[in-house]
């Protein structure tokens, strides 16, 4: 069952290779969209009380995205944060654009990584989480984010809880880097 499941997460994000199909996309509505659906784990936990879920969404022009891998990347960072916060704590994602980017920070009011933890996160199957976990969240994230042409970091979070950014570049300038 569990190499079931991780085939069927790794096949999902070879079929995300190609650009082709990629669609001028507005970030802060594709969060918007997620963080308003009902029915997921951080719905629920913030309708229950036990997190608060922020959006501080930022004045950023369209990228040229697939939509559903774009929303995979936000649902393994937003999950990785629910799940370090199992005794309640605060979720922030913000927006943020440079001339040459647009920017996607999501944090939390968890312990954060150690650098140990924060150098080996990207790698396929690294999980501090025992074997419930497959390790896959954030090396998924990270293919879909470089295939669009971006960036995703973990910034050190200075006893700050857990942070990953990501950065994708703008529509327009979305030929030229090519
Ligand atoms: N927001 C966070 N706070 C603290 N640690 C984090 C956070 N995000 C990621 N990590 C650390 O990075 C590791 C790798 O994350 P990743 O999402 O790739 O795998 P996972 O969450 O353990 O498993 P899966 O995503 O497959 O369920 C986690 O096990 C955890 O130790
Ligand atoms: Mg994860």
């Given amino acids: 069952m569990d190499a079931a499941d991780i085939m069927r997460r790794v096949k999902s994000f070879t079929e995300a290779t190609t650009l082709s199909d990629a669609m001028p996309l507005d970030l802060n509505q594709l969060v918007r ?8 784990p951080w719905a629920d ?5 036990t997190i608060e879920v922020a959006f501080e969404p930022g004045d950023i022009s369209e990228v040229l995205a697939l939509p559903a891998p774009l929303r995979e990347v936000l649902v393994a960072l937003i999950l990785n944060s629910v799940e370090a916060l199992p005794g309640g ?15 996607c920070a999501v944090a939390d ?19 501090t989480k025992g074997p419930r976990h497959q390790g896959l969240g954030l090396s998924l994230a990270y293919g879909i984010v470089r295939r669009h042409r971006g960036e995703l970091e973990i910034p050190r979070g200075e006893g700050q ?6 950065h994708l570049p703008p529509h327009r300038h ?5």
């Fill in 33 to 40: 969209d997620l963080l308003d659906a009902r029915g997921t």
């Fill in 45 to 49: 936990l913030a309708a229950a009380g």
């Fill in 89 to 103: 704590g605060r979720i922030t994602l913000r927006t943020w654009a440079t001339p040459e980017a647009v920017y």
């Fill in 109 to 127: 009011s968890g312990k954060g990584l150690s650098d140990e933890v924060r150098h080996r996160a990207l790698e396929p199957f690294f999980t």
């Fill in 161 to 166: 809880g857990g942070v990953v950014t990501f």
């Fill in 174 to 178: 979305a030929g030229r880097r090519a």
